[in-house]
Structure formats: C-alpha cells, structure tokens
C-alpha cells in the first residue's frame, strides 16, 4: 500500500530533550516536506526537500533540522525542544513537488513540549 | 510570503443544505489544491485546478478557479454528515517549491 509513515504518533517530553520524528514514504517520491498545524494558524511548511541531500526551509524552520540521506526517509530533529514547538506535525511527499502534484500526507505526530 | 485567506472560518449547517467556502490572495497562483482533513487524520487531496476560469466537479463538490488564478471556491450540494471535516485550500506559484496553505474551513453537517 503507498503511504507515508510517521512515528512516534505520540511524544510527550521535556525541554531541551532532543528528539526525533521519522518520516518515510514507499512511493519513490522525490520531494518530502514537513508542517506543522496550530490552531487559529493552519497548516505552515518547516522544511522542505526536493531530492536526496537538497533541503530548503520552509516559513517556520527555526529550531528544527533535516536531513534528506535517503530518498525515502526524511527525519525531523529538534535539538533543543521547547513549549512553543507543541504542535501536530505531519510530513508529506509528492513527485516532484512542483505544479499540480498531489500531496500525500501521514497521519501526524502529535509533540507536546514540557 | 504569500497568503491565502479562507472563509467561512466555521461552518455549521443541517443536513440538506447548500454552503461555498471561499480562499482568496493577492497573488497569482499556478495551481490550488483543495483537501480535506479528518479528525486525527492528515489532509487528503480533492482536487488540483491549474487553469483560470476551470470548474471541476467531485459528485456534490463543485470547485471553480478564477480567472485571474488568484482565487477559488468549493460548493458542496446538499450536504451531508459524512461531509463534516476541515477543509483547506493550497497554492503553489510558478516553479516555486513550496506550498502554501489557507487556515482551513471547518465544516460541520449535522444530522
């Protein structure tokens, strides 16, 4: 089945803590991204990367790294979490990224920060 | 940054009734994405429209592009319960790689 997975689905930890959310989709994609959705905020692209060892930030990267080693797996690292970054995270993946691509989104991970 | 505002913000109708949702910029977009999301689900795609002046037709969910590509409306035809999510619109311009989404349109349908 194509998908994208995410995982943990559920992380509750501390400040300062680092962490890591994964990402990986089984559809060959090229481009991979990640968003964070708040309430009263929408839905606001982190970073994003459009083939293997090319990443580009999003409007809301600060406090967050990828990496892009692979090109089916497309990690999310906070090195230093703090509250403000509690949030439901959710990575998706298209083709190419560009035109009118369908994207495919995972079921999302909900972060809370203490 | 590009914006594109969504409205209604909340939506609360009863089961029958007819309803558009609206997403509006300033800017000129290439395509718009409409999806929809579940509860504890992410988004999942309706419809692309690439072209200014396209009406495309999902069952009861009819999706028009302006003219000037700027803006988009979703209207759905007696609606029903299993309608109820939120809805949001997307916009991507030129070659840029990044997408851009409205705040959404949460819908509910009640029985």
């Known amino acids: 089945e194509a998908q994208v997975t995410q995982n943990p689905r559920y992380l509750i930890t501390v400040t300062g803590k680092k962490l890591t959310v994964t990402c990986s989709q089984n559809m060959n994609h090229e481009y991979m991204s990640w968003y964070r959705q708040d309430p009263g905020l929408g839905l606001r692209q982190i970073y994003y990367?459009?083939?293997?060892?090319v990443t580009d930030k999003g409007d809301v990267p600060e406090g967050y790294k990828v990496s892009r080693k692979e090109k089916r797996n497309f990690p999310l690292i906070l090195e230093s979490p703090s509250p403000n970054q509690t949030s439901l995270y959710f990575c998706a993946s298209s083709l190419w990224g560009r035109g009118a691509d369908t994207q495919y989104f995972g079921p999302g991970t909900r972060l809370t920060v203490l | 940054t590009q914006l594109l505002e969504q409205s209604p913000q909340f939506l609360s109708i009863q089961e029958g009734e007819n309803l558009t949702v609206y997403c509006n910029s300033s800017s000129v977009f290439s395509s718009l994405q409409w999806y929809r999301q579940e509860p504890g689900e992410g988004p999942v795609l309706l419809v692309t429209v690439v072209t200014g002046g396209e009406v495309k037709k999902l069952k009861r969910l009819t999706f028009q592009f302006g003219d000037a590509r700027k803006d988009s409306s979703l209207h759905i035809t007696a609606a029903q319960p299993g309608d109820t999510g939120l809805y949001l619109c997307a916009g991507r311009s030129g070659s840029n790689y990044k997408l851009t989404f409205g705040k959404g349109t949460l819908l509910t349908v009640n029985p």
């Open positions: 990367s459009m083939n293997v060892e």
